[in-house]
């Protein structure tokens, strides 16, 4: 007997009942991503595992231990799952030479994939919905990432999520910081954890974002990265501030927020929730000036956010907030051969009328049709018999109202339906 093949742990089926909720909030971001001028890009989900290692970090966690590389068994070239939208994303605004005459606001969505413990919150395969702003230098754009964000949870009815702020300066001052930060952790390297000790030469900043409690008092007493900036780094975050401020939107200044890409430089922030548990950051980005030079093209600043899709919906499930179904407008039932061809010919004038109908497949009698249509959830049956079929008329029956079945042509019952008359 065969064992059933199941899907990947953590590679989730969307069912049909789980769907709509799903197309509503994809409504609402395009809705909402079309309010401020972004564009829409779609990349493979598929590219060059060197992208992601030349614009991630070779020595970061999605890299070494998440991604998923494999070889390409045709000509051996290494390939890679996106783990994320933004190289993908600048890999092809560098290949199509999208800056060439003026900056660009884009968007994209769709899965990403990293080899993670599935837990909630935290799956292989996770969708996003990505923002990048590329031929920017100004902070009044990376205040514009965080004032379109705090608009869009208003927008979803959303409360409860709190905006976490910090900037990482150039590069010099990261340098800086970062012979400052090795000497002070290796004056206390036999209380590192396993995972410190692996990062303490290779990428020493992101220790400062463990949640090792035996780490706190040495992370606490550790040099701030902040003391390193200079006057131009902190002159632009002070901007952004005073814009968030100016739109009445609460912050902290966290300065252990770093980020797990190496690519971020100036601004970075977090929307995060307790509603979630663990895996509570909604959404995150932040400023990256170098990485269109990092994957081969002019220099040219940039900046973008990402929001995960699969976590802000749980937040609005946990919030109690409906989601519309539109659901099924008529279902045809039908009995007779005049009235399964003329039952064709009405279904095709409600789609073209903007109608959804399901048209009834087989050789049922009426009451077991009927039991059918009342179990689809459409808001009306359409009856059709060979007397209907007759004199080019239906019978419109309302399921979730107790209004009266009526005799009528099938324009009349368009306007009925969509004025909601019954």
């Not at 990482?168 to 090795?182: N, P, Q, T, V």
Request: hydrophobic share 40%; with cysteine; proline share 4%.
């Amino acid at each position: 007997m065969s064992t059933l093949i199941q899907a990947i742990r953590g590679m989730n089926d969307i069912l049909p009942e789980e769907t709509p909720r799903w197309q509503q909030l994809e409504a609402t971001l395009r809705d909402w991503l079309m309010a401020y001028g972004y564009q829409e890009i779609r990349t493979p989900i598929i590219e060059q595992a060197s992208l992601f290692s030349r614009a991630i970090g070779e020595v970061t966690d999605i890299v070494e231990k998440e991604m998923y590389a494999f070889t390409d068994a045709l000509n051996g070239e290494q390939l890679a799952l996106r783990p994320e939208g933004t190289a993908a994303c600048v890999r092809a605004v560098v290949q199509h030479n999208l800056l060439y005459q003026s900056a660009r606001r884009l968007w994209y969505t769709g899965p990403m994939f990293r080899h993670e413990r599935p837990q909630k919150g935290r799956y292989r395969q996770f969708h996003q919905v990505g923002i990048e702003s590329l031929g920017y230098a100004e902070p009044e754009m990376d205040a514009e990432h965080i004032v379109m964000s705090a608009d869009l949870w208003q927008r979803l009815g959303l409360s409860g999520i709190a905006l976490e702020l910090n900037t990482l300066g150039d590069s010099e001052a990261r340098a800086r910081h970062r012979i400052k930060l090795i000497a002070h952790l290796e004056a206390h390297v036999d209380q590192l954890d396993e995972e410190a000790h692996r990062r303490l030469h290779s990428n020493p900043l992101r220790i400062l974002d463990s949640k090792n409690p035996a780490l706190q008092s040495i992370i606490e007493a550790a040099p701030k990265l902040y003391n390193e900036l200079d006057d131009r780094a902190l002159q632009h975050f002070d901007t952004v501030q005073r814009i968030l401020k100016a739109h009445h939107i609460d912050f902290r200044v966290n300065p252990r927020l770093v980020r797990g890409l190496d690519y971020y430089n100036y601004t970075v922030f977090e929307w995060v929730s307790d509603q979630l548990g663990a895996q509570g950051t909604i959404c995150a980005g932040g400023r990256y000036d170098t990485l269109i030079e990092q994957i081969g093209g002019k220099p040219a600043p940039a900046c973008g956010f990402a929001i995960g899709i699969e976590r802000l919906l749980s937040l609005l499930e946990s919030g109690g907030h409906p989601v519309a179904n539109a659901g099924i407008d008529v279902y045809i039932v039908h009995q007779g051969s005049e009235a399964e061809t003329y039952a064709w010919r009405v279904a095709q004038r409600f789609r073209q009328a903007g109608l959804s109908v399901i048209q009834h497949c087989g050789a049922n009698n009426f009451k077991s049709q009927m039991k059918k249509a009342d179990a689809s959830g459409a808001r009306f049956a359409c009856i059709i018999g060979d007397q209907e079929a007759a004199i080019q008329q239906i019978t419109l029956k309302a399921l979730r109202t107790t209004a009266a079945q009526i005799l009528c042509q099938p324009e009349q019952a368009v306007t009925l339906i969509t004025s909601k008359g019954l």
